[in-house]
């Protein structure tokens, strides 16, 4: 029996929410009270000389009126340099110029390219992660001054300003961390979409209160915003997903299927940092030594699927409630077979065909980060805090050669499986 179990001994448990809570506006905003829309706070509070700033590298820079990018030209085709590309303009005050330094590589930028889907039109631009030097500050906002090094998630796929395949990008500042000085650039942008995945999964799907570790409450803040601020295709998900009496809550299991993505990687410490029980499975040939000293309870091996169930269901003396898939809809129906009744199933790439009576099926409602401002802001202040304190690791990375120019090949080795356990970064 492939089983190993493992207790987490990290220093989450030194971690003060009180502190957190007094240290951000943001966090304040999202306690227990009842929350009510309110614009985003102009300062943080924290101190600016804990974040990585590069002023002199900038005080002879010129923002150029050309730049170079990567254009995606019709589905099916390989992407393609392009030296003569406007840099983007900036469209309002909240939003502010970065000159890109890493680009973290995401499944969904060759899925999206192959099989045509999140290409809202030709040529195109992609990429979702990126860490980068402020060029051009935002009006509205000065928490960010020029020489910050920042990282943003650029989920706003249908806005090329703001995607990452480029020399410079657009991005809002309620979309935006400060990369702290002890914190590596190149892991940061492996960091972002997995980030706001893992947070929206537990604090939307699953109705879990953040609150409790100094994070948001972000279906309480969904709750509080005009409706139509939440995207048409997402407003079930996020106004009744999950009633609050049947939410996750401390001490509840969840089970990981997929335990070695990157999700996986931040979605298990945010849950041990509430107190969940994690079960990841994986192929613990190729992750079992890395993953045991990691931020589960339980690893249960994806070798036998019959068994693994069989082992899930019996740990958790059939009462396991909430689930995520990070693999698709033919592991997240092997996760819905380990649960019990009156439960929940996050499906981040793909849910099974067939539901079961007394599991509910949910979906990640990803573009209330960069369309609420209120989600969007909530959760980078939150990341900014626990990259700070040391809370959370960014997922270790690979840095792949050849810049925006070696992206195909990287992009190729994603498609062929060859990447495992890490995240295929490119610097600029
Ligand atoms: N809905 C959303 O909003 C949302 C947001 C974020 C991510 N996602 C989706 O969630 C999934 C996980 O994303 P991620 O960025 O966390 O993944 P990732 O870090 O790129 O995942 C890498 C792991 O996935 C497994 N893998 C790689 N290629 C595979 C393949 N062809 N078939 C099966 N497994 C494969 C490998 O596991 P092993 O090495 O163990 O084999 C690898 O270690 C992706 O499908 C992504 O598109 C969705």
Known sequence: MSLTRTIETTSFSTFSSTRLKRTFQWNSINGHRSVSPEPIPKKSRIELHEFQTEEKQLSSFTIPAHQTVLLLHGKGQRYVLEPNYPVPNIKNDEELLIKVQYIGLNPIDWKSADFGFGIPQLPYISGRDLVGIVVRESQSDSRFKQGDVVFTAST???DLRKSAYQQFAVA????????????????????GVAFVAAVLALGVCLGCDLTEVGGPNPRRILKSVKPEAIPVDQIEECLRGIEEEDAIKKGDWILIWGGSTTSAHVLSQLAKLIGLCVIKVVDMGKHGANLSQGSADLLVDNYDYARATEIIRKVTDGKLRFAVDTIGSKTA???????????????LSGLPAHGSPGIKHHTVPIKNYHEVQEVGGSLMSWLETLLKHGQLSPPDTEVAPGALGGINDALDRMRRGEISGKRVVVKL
């Open 156 to 158: 706003d796929y249908r």
């Open 172 to 191: 809002s500042t309620f979309n935006l961390s400060r990369v702290p000085k002890a914190v590596s650039r190149e892991r940061v942008a492996g960091l």
């Open 333 to 347: 129906g092997l996760a819905q077979g380990c649960l019990g009744e009156d439960s929940h199933l996050v499906g």
